[in-house]
């Protein structure tokens, strides 16, 4: 019943930009973790970034830190991932996930560590 769905991937050059949206639906609970993880060939899937949605707190993993940025629209139930500066390093599938009902009646820590539900994924590719 839940259905994560994340969209805004694409073919970028070193440096540039992209933007990655992700909606999440089929839940009740306003107490998530929301985050955005990524997996390239023949390498495992590695966490980008968090959110808790209950105080707006976020988590960036090292080689992301300064150039990326999650936020979340909460009337739309989204959450996006603003990429700049990107690095043909930063070339994977992104995947947008949620913990969906996990946390109702009770907050989720301020760093989050479970998701439950995924998204089908969006590839980003980024050229010397």
């Known amino acids: 019943q839940v259905q994560v769905v994340e969209s805004g991937g694409g073919s970028v050059q070193a440096g540039g930009s992209l933007r990655l949206s992700c909606v999440a639906s089929g839940y009740t609970s306003r107490n998530n973790c929301m985050g955005w993880f990524r997996q390239a060939p023949g390498k495992e899937r590695e966490g980008v970034a968090t959110m808790n949605t209950v105080d707006g707190s976020t988590h960036y993993a090292d080689p992301v830190k300064g150039r990326f940025t999650i936020f979340q629209d909460s009337a739309k139930n989204a959450v996006y991932l603003q990429m700049n500066s990107l690095k043909p390093e930063d070339t994977a599938m992104y995947y947008c996930?949620?913990?969906?009902?996990?946390?109702?009646?009770?907050?989720?820590?301020?760093?989050?560590?479970?998701?439950?539900?995924w998204g089908q994924g969006t590839q980003v590719t980024v050229s010397s």
């Open positions: 996930a949620t913990d969906g009902d996990h946390y109702s009646g009770s907050a989720p820590p301020r760093m989050c560590g479970y998701f439950g539900y």
